[in-house]
T-cell receptor
Framework: NAGVTQTPKFQVLKTGQSMTLQCAQDMNHEYMSWYRQDPGMGLRLIHYSVGAGITDQGEVPNGYNVSRSTTEDFPLRLLSAAPSQTSVYFC????????????FGPGTRLLVL | AQSVTQPDIHITVSEGASLELRCNYSYGATPYLFWYVQSPGQGLQLLLKYFSGDTLVQGIKGFEAEFKRSQSSFNLRKPSVHWSDAAEYFCAVTRGNKLVFGAGTILRVKS
């Protein structure tokens, strides 16, 4: 199993550009989530999904969209990038809901100029 | 609102010394509690978790943690630190479907 994979590893954007961060898992996990990590703030939940077709907002959802058309994939879309979205983004999955052990991807480092 | 507090931003210990990383949470009921570790440039890996039962839980890499309901704490311990333990450690608590993380503690190990 590859586990949780994320692409790209690193991305530079200009303010106002849009892009999609990809996340895929091959463990047949129902629960998937996106976090952003900023120094001194730990990881903050952006959006999560409890199954295909179901998504919900986390702590910091503004400026981001998600969809879950399949169990395997959970892309994160930045609609109009802002410098405040410069961060490291982690995707995670777990068997069921947030109470289970979450498996994290390697992260995507995003720089918005 | 539920929160997770890790009071120590940085901790430095000598190799072979014991370690305790503190974590306090605020929540109305007994939550599910986790400790994750992040090595530089890597994703997070689960060290251990507490759901119910015995309040002293054992994890990987020789770590253990003790849940103390009266103190709303879930401190992480290791009796003898190795240089490879240098990393950032995160305490996390579930709130419904969501996992809430503390700000993290960076562990430095000196030889």
């Amino acid at each position: 199993n590859a586990g949780v994979t994320q692409t790209p590893k690193f991305q530079v954007l200009k303010t106002g550009q849009s892009m999609t961060l990809q996340c895929a898992q091959d463990m047949n996990h129902e629960y998937m989530s996106w976090y952003r990590q900023d120094p001194g703030m730990g990881l903050r939940l952006i959006h999560y999904s409890v199954g295909a077709g179901i998504t919900d907002q986390g702590e910091v959802p503004n400026g981001y969209n998600v969809s879950r058309s399949t169990t395997e994939d959970f892309p994160l879309r930045l609609l109009s990038a802002a410098p405040s979205q410069t961060s490291v983004y982690f995707c995670a999955s777990s068997r069921d809901r947030g109470q289970e052990t979450q498996y994290f991807g390697p992260g995507t480092r995003l720089l918005v100029l | 609102a539920q929160s997770v507090t890790q009071p120590d931003i940085h901790i430095t210990v000598s190799e072979g010394a014991s370690l305790e990383l503190r974590c306090n949470y605020s929540y109305g009921a007994t939550p599910y509690l986790f400790w994750y570790v992040q090595s530089p440039g890597q994703g997070l890996q689960l060290l251990l978790k507490y759901f119910s039962g015995d309040t002293l839980v054992q994890g990987i890499k020789g770590f253990e943690a003790e849940f103390k309901r009266s103190q709303s704490s879930f401190n992480l311990r290791k009796p003898s630190v190795h240089w490879s333990d240098a990393a950032e450690y995160f305490c996390a608590v579930t709130r419904g479907n969501k996992l809430v993380f503390g700000a993290g503690t960076i562990l430095r190990v000196k030889s």
